[in-house]
């Protein structure tokens, strides 16, 4: 096609290069120059002095046929930036181009529409008071009141969320109480339960106060005064106050609330890279915090919210390995139940609804976090720049953001995207950063096997090529979309060589023959009957990916490094290794969570590398098979990495140098790895040069069969290059590459991976998001006893909502106490237009007074829910 481009022509008036020593031979990750643009490119080497006296630049207009990979743009600039105002500021003057912030600044926002900047919204952010888990009397002698699960429950009626979604946010934003997403799929299937708790736990602080003043006196405290004291001393509460948005006026508020009913606080005002080293990473036995006010984001939209509960709440969250998660303590009844939600143990949807509904009372009765709201929250731009955004996670949640943010008149060209913070804490995949401002450069950076829909969360296929899903019969599990196959089978056998555990001594898989093997060998304890060995495992779910036949051949990591099926298999055994006693990075941090991995764990096998197909075999089971695909590319928790990367970063925590978790690090006294900026750097190029000279393979035994001693020297060598050229160990192999970090400054620049093996406009097919939209209509009176009959309108930009895309529309009847007296389906009478029909007796079970119907509309097409409430008065 023909498109009008701007060439850029740099003429370099005067240019000079100082050479200090040899330079390498041969540069494997420089960008190739395009045919269109034509730049003069200086790349800055650790042995190059570069010296530019003056750049004139020529702008030309072209027309060319675009044959473009990779990314629209040539390089983007990230920032930090933590006023919502100020970057709105500096967009209108051309300062910045997009703000991949959740803001919910009501004047900000004002100002956009004013200014006609573009914006997109958003509904995957939310807020919360985390409360430290220390004590309650902590190392110091002092005394923390929320290290008892009453008091910390009882903080949930001392907070009025009305006021802070209507006061402080400005109507952006609803009511939160419980870990669900109030617009996602299971807030709507079980939104009977959160009406019931939402009511339970609404704005109460006497209620609040009557609990609390019985356990405080149980701990020896006591009222002088209206004042808590504990041991003749105020008990003063430490609170840890984010100043980038509105938590700066929560964290008041909270503290207003603490103050009324008796206690010290002590405000700390701080941003994010002040705080995550006190409330993440410190001991809450320390007492360095008491409350702190989080912010999450959901960066897709989450079909399942299976893993809340462990997530939030239980030292076998993928948080484990941090301070603030190990001295998390649940009850027995929890742990089983969110452990079953967890791995997926159920086998009807009326018993994961009955698991949801304990979770969600024992969480309120946790109360670890206190929730406050999910956020309406909004991300401006200037009106010339496009990209695809996630209805949950906005742009800095998705991978797509790095393939499809452009300008619209132009390809090409660089923008400066600007986040609240940068930078924050250690880039490394295994236990590094998890913060939205580390991870939204990082999925731009890194590739994926599968990309979850922006719209309605389902998994599409990036570089896998099919998959094959097979679920045991009765399990409720279904499948929306063609590239992927669903069939159901009576019994799932693991196959005796599939892998089904980790030797960490010998750093060898342990095949299900073998392990069946040491069971029959097994004595059993003294007073303990010996347990039956089965003739073979089984497992509820069978997931078998196939990746295309090139694969190897095509895909590069960014230091030119073809991708090997040792890649693969390098993540495999980093599933289990960092938390089996026996291995050389052994942390005690990760313990919980493999633990928890293996309890549904079934096996997993390598059944061809060419093509590279993969079996795993599992007992969690998902209610989408799109979500059931286990694809094990090697992006990992925290960032995508290739063995060799890796590889020198176990090499250095194997000699106690580094290590991978900040927990690890600290108990170490090393620094927590990095593989991007400060101190670790040069401890990682030691031990690159150690692997170097001693061709060293990690995890010899397993992963020497798939690594040849010409891969392994490639490997190494293109990895120093890449450190001489860009500084740094991050090497990823998706649309962009890390090219300059300034940790100081918090900026970094990420520019255009030109190898990469797509056209750019693979992913420009997402439209507007059919939100849909719910007027309802009735009489405002009601006689009890009667039927009576109410219209509810579903539109889309003022449209009728096609039926054919509507899951379901429900209805909920609530009494003038909020007990939910009434629920069922809304009957369809015309395209747009439903009808709710409540009987004689429905209207019969209502008391005199106001009353509330709520109709919920659960669309196909985006993930994303709709309420809508009427209230009517019985006489």
């Known amino acids: 096609m023909q498109k009008k481009l701007l060439a850029i022509f740099g003429i370099v008036v005067a240019l000079a290069l100082v050479l200090a020593a040899c330079q390498p031979t041969t540069d494997t990750t420089q960008p190739t120059p395009e045919t269109i643009i034509e730049t003069v490119i200086v790349t800055e080497e650790v042995e190059v002095e570069v010296v530019v006296t003056e750049v004139v630049t020529e702008i030309v207009e072209v027309e060319a046929e675009v044959e473009r990979n990779g990314a629209w743009l040539d390089t983007v600039v990230i920032l930090a930036e933590p006023s919502t105002e100020s970057a709105v500021a500096r967009i209108i003057a051309d300062d910045i181009d997009v703000y991949a912030q959740a803001a ?282 496009t990209v695809t955004y996630d209805l949950a996670g906005g742009i800095s949640g998705t991978p797509l953001w790095g393939h499809t943010m452009r300008y619209t008149d132009e390809i090409g060209g660089q923008v400066v995207m600007a986040m609240s913070d940068a930078l924050v804490e250690p880039w490394n995949p295994l236990a590094g950063s998890n913060w939205v401002y580390d991870m939204a450069p990082m999925r731009a950076t890194g590739d994926y096997g599968t990309i979850p829909d922006p719209y309605t969360g389902l998994t599409w296929p990036q570089r896998v090529e099919s998959a094959a899903i097979t679920i045991v019969e009765g399990l409720p599990v279904g499948k929306t979309l063609d590239w992927l196959t669903l069939d159901f089978a009576p019994e799932i056998q693991v196959p005796g060589d599939a892998w089904v555990d980790w030797d960490a001594e010998n750093q060898v898989f342990i095949t299900a023959d073998e392990k069946l093997a040491m069971m029959a060998e097994e004595e059993p304890a003294e007073g303990e009957e010996a347990v039956e060995v089965p003739e073979y495992f089984t497992a509820k779910r069978k997931s078998v990916v196939t990746y295309p036949a090139d694969l190897f051949e095509k895909h590069t990591w960014h230091d030119g490094s073809p991708m090997s099926p040792a890649d693969f298999v390098m993540g495999m055994i980093l599933s289990f290794d960092p938390g089996t006693e026996g291995s050389v990075i052994f942390d005690e941090s990760q313990i919980g969570s493999v633990e928890s991995f293996k309890s549904s764990f079934k096996g997993m096998k390598v059944v061809s590398t060419d093509p590279m197909v993969i079996e795993y075999y599992s007992d969690v089971v998902y209610l989408d098979a799109e979500w059931s695909v286990a694809d094990f590319w090697p992006y990992y928790s925290y960032g995508e990495g290739p063995w060799h990367m890796l590889a020198i970063g176990i090499l250095a925590e194997t000699d106690e140098e580094l290590a991978f978790s900040g927990d690890k690090s600290e108990a170490l006294e090393v620094e927590w790895t990095n593989y991007i900026s400060g101190p670790s750097l040069d401890i990682l190029k030691a031990n690159l040069d150690q692997a170097m000279e001693e061709d060293y393979i990690p995890y010899a035994a397993t992963l020497g069969e798939y690594i040849t001693a010409e891969e392994m020297d490639l490997r190494y060598a293109n990895l120093l290059d890449w450190y001489r050229i860009q500084g740094h160990f991050f090497v990823n192999s998706g649309p962009f590459y890390l090219n300059k970090v300034f940790p100081v400054e918090k900026t ?126 019985t006489e």
């Open 748 to 873: 970094l620049t990420l520019t255009r991976y030109q190898d990469y093996q797509d056209p750019a406009g693979k992913w420009d097919r997402f439209g507007v998001p059919q939100i849909a939209e719910i007027e309802i209509d009735g009489p405002g009176r009601v006689t009890t006893g009667e039927e009576v009959t109410f219209d509810a309108y579903v539109t889309f930009q003022g449209e009728p909502y096609p039926s054919a895309d509507i899951q379901v529309v429900n209805y909920l009847l609530f009494d003038a106490t909020g007990i939910l007296v009434d629920r069922g389906d809304a009957e369809l009478v015309d395209e747009g237009l439903y009808s709710v029909t409540l009987s004689a007796d429905a209207t019969g079970a209502l008391e005199a007074g106001s009353n509330k119907l709520e109709i919920i509309v659960v669309p196909t097409v985006v993930s994303v829910p709709t309420f809508a409430q009427f209230e009517f008065v």
């Open 104 to 385: 919910t600044s009501v004047e900000a926002l004002a100002t956009v529409e004013e200014e006609g900047l573009k914006y997109i919204s958003t509904v995957g952010s939310y807020n919360e008071f985390t409360l430290s888990p220390g004590g309650p009397v902590l190392n110091d002698g002092s005394l923390n009141p929320f290290g008892v699960p009453k008091i910390r429950e009882a903080m949930n009626y001392l907070v009025d969320r009305n006021y802070v979604v209507q006061e402080i946010l400005g109507g952006l934003g609803i009511p939160k109480f419980l870990p669900l997403n109030g617009v996602f799929p299971d807030y709507a299937r079980h939104v009977d339960v959160a009406r019931e708790l939402e009511n339970k736990y609404a704005y109460d602080p006497e209620m609040a106060d009557s609990i609390l003043t019985p356990e405080m006196e149980a701990l020896g405290a006591e009222k002088v005064d209206g004042v808590w004291q504990y041991e003749g001393e105020p008990v003063t509460l430490i609170g840890i106050i984010r100043t980038e948005d509105e938590r700066l006026q929560m964290g008041d508020y909270f503290a207003n609330q603490l103050e009324s009913i008796g206690f010290t606080v002590d405000r700390q005002y701080k941003t994010s890279s002040e705080a995550s080293p006190i409330w993440l990473l410190s001991d809450p036995q320390e007492g360095l915090w008491h409350f702190y006010t989080g912010g999450w984001i959901t960066t897709a939209i989450s079909r399942d919210d299976y893993d809340v509960f462990q997530f939030f709440y239980s030292p076998n969250s993928a948080y484990g390995f941090t301070p603030l998660w190990q001295n998390y303590v649940i009850t027995d009844e929890y742990l089983d139940v969110s452990e079953k939600l967890a791995n997926g143990n159920y086998a009807t949807l009326e018993e994961r609804a009955e698991l949801f509904r304990e979770a969600l009372y024992l969480a309120l009765e946790n109360s670890y976090r206190i929730w406050i709201n999910d956020a309406t929250a909004f991300s401006p731009m200037d009106p010339t720049v």
